[in-house]
């Protein structure tokens, strides 16, 4: 039987797409090659790639508007020096949001000064730091809009003056922004919109091209836009799948019919934690996140118990990261309201035998 996923990462996908993707490793559209071997250059795939970057670009509104999306290798970590091997010359402005956040500082000082213009590690990252001032004389301001393992997220952005880069790998097409304030935006696919293999990058191209120095052809943003995103092997049936995922989100009315599922779930989640006395939530209320509800067990509750009743129910991967600890019942796009239903419904009965 098929568990209910609430995996934070790889996630679970539409039933749709594993069929459709399955059937395309046999046979893929008819060509009597597998996705598995078909050359990438060949006019089958190449269509496929120019489907789905574009497609991309429609979803987030942004065709015609300066941007390239682009499906890359090396994942959002690779991202965090990528991002500033490109576009830090001097000195780039980050806030500090998680460990994700933090192993992008990281990496960004390697290519230059890193000034942390706000941190929330003084309350183990349970909440969104607000008021904070970005430098004019900054390369550009790096976000985390969801801390997948805190279970907090940006409700909005700052204006800047500097080009905001933005790390979405884990609430990338699940709710409508204005995708135009960012200049660039980076996801591992893994999270919200595909396999794991393949990261997305979405770059305006003017912001590029302004530092001095030189740049290998595989870390360079202009390099991959000049080879439409194939400068050399894609990852075939990642792109693929992520293709079949990003068509299921535009058959359902795109963000904006995707966003209304997605508060709908993550309201009855929110709901039942704070109205249950056995359970209380990690992050603050403002800054909750709706792609992954971070909760804890409220003090005497037995953890034995909970854990044998929700495994009972057929519900896979909530266990909080090792860095929080409690739980975490991440919700991405493909998850059906039923099997947060399901999870509900265990904590209730939870609490009823407790
Ligand atoms: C998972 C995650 C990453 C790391 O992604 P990889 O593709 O494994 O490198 C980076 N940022 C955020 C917000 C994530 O959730």
Redesign the pocket.
Known sequence: MKKHNFS??PCILPQEVFEKASAAIMDFNNTGLSILEISHRSEAFVSVIEEARALVLELLGLQDKGYQALFLH?????QFLMVAYNLLEKKAAYTNTGT?SS?AIKEAKLFGEVVEVASSKDKNFNYIPKDYIIPTDTDYFHC?S????YGTQMKTFPKTQVPLVC?M??DILSRTLDFSQFDLIYA?A??NMGP?GV?LVVVKEEILGKVARQIPSMMNYQVHIEKDSMFNTPSVFAVYTSLLNLQWLKKLGGIAGIEDKNTKKAALLYDEIDRNPLFKGFAEKEDRSIMNPTFNLAEGADKTTFDKLWKEANINGINGHRSVGGYRASMYNAMPIESVQVLVDVMQHFEKIS
Request: net charge positive; no cysteine.
């Open positions: 934070a990462g090396g994942g959002a970590s690779m994700w192993k985390t969801n801390n997948t393992i790390d790998s884990s591992g893994q999270k794991a990261t």
